[in-house]
T-cell receptor, first 113, second 115 residues
Framework: AQSVTQLGSHVSVSEGALVLLRCNYS??????LFWYVQYPNQGLQLLLK??????LVKGINGFEAEFKKSETSFHLTKPSAHMSDAAEYFC???????????FGQGTTLQVKP | DAGVTQSPTHLIKTRGQQVTLRCSPK?????VSWYQQALGQGPQFIFQ???????QRGNFPDRFSGHQFPNYSSELNVNALLLGDSALYLC??????????????FGEGSWLTVV
């Protein structure tokens, strides 16, 4: 069975500071990994995804994530936080590329001025 | 290019009633998945439809059923509503035989409140 653990339900950073959102996964097969962002009262928007190939994945809005198989991690980072980054972030794993996603509980990112 | 569209956006139902939610996938997509997102939680996979058949199902009771039409649009039906069914219901679309790295797109969701 696959699962996702997001460490830290709330993360608070100052504007301009590094953003680091942690995600660890469990999977018996090579996983597909995703990060989604959800703004208040909206659906999910894909930030980035890892399928195969390069382990450092660049996404939208300056976010990137690195797949580390040895650590079963897929942490999300952004060098400099912006006020508009305040949102809920979800890490997800899929056993295949068929649309079934297993989500973590989410991390709320707060950005302070 | 229209993205994933869902209707209605908000609705209120009474316990015991039945509800139908609708989803039109992104243009060119043939696979529709439904998720339930309770307040403060991550989305939970309900089921997935491809070629008008339910292909995968999550851990949800039979009160949750669905349908996919020839134009790939889909409906989610929930019978005998419980208070615990109150949630945001998300539809996601994808392409079955897409390129590696197929992107899964989500709609804005339908907010269901059961009173």
């Amino acid at each position: 069975a696959q699962s996702v653990t997001q460490l830290g339900s709330h993360v608070s950073v100052s504007e301009g500071a590094l953003v680091l959102l942690r995600c660890n996964y469990s999977s018996s097969v090579p996983p597909y990994l995703f990060w989604y962002v959800q703004y208040p009262n909206q659906g999910l928007q894909l930030l980035l995804k890892y399928t195969t190939g390069a382990t450092l994945v660049k996404g939208i809005n300056g976010f990137e994530a690195e797949f580390k198989k040895s650590e079963t991690s897929f942490h999300l980072t952004k060098p400099s936080a912006h006020m508009s980054d305040a949102a809920e972030y979800f890490c997800a794993v899929s056993p295949s590329n068929t649309g079934k996603l297993i989500f973590g509980q989410g991390t709320t990112l707060q950005v302070k001025p | 290019d229209a993205g994933v569209t869902q209707s209605p956006t908000h609705l209120i139902k009474t316990r015991g009633q039945q509800v139908t939610l609708r989803c039109s996938p992104k243009s060119g997509h043939d696979t529709v998945s439904w998720y339930q997102q309770a307040l403060g939680q991550g989305p939970q996979f309900i089921f997935q439809y491809y070629e008008e058949e339910e292909r995968q199902r999550g851990n949800f009771p039979d009160r949750f059923s669905g349908h996919q039409f020839p134009n790939y649009s889909s409906e989610l039906n929930v019978n005998a509503l419980l208070l615990g069914d109150s949630a945001l219901y998300l539809c996601a679309s994808s392409l079955e035989r897409g390129p590696s790295g197929n992107t899964i797109y989500f709609g804005e969701g339908s907010w269901l409140t059961v009173v």
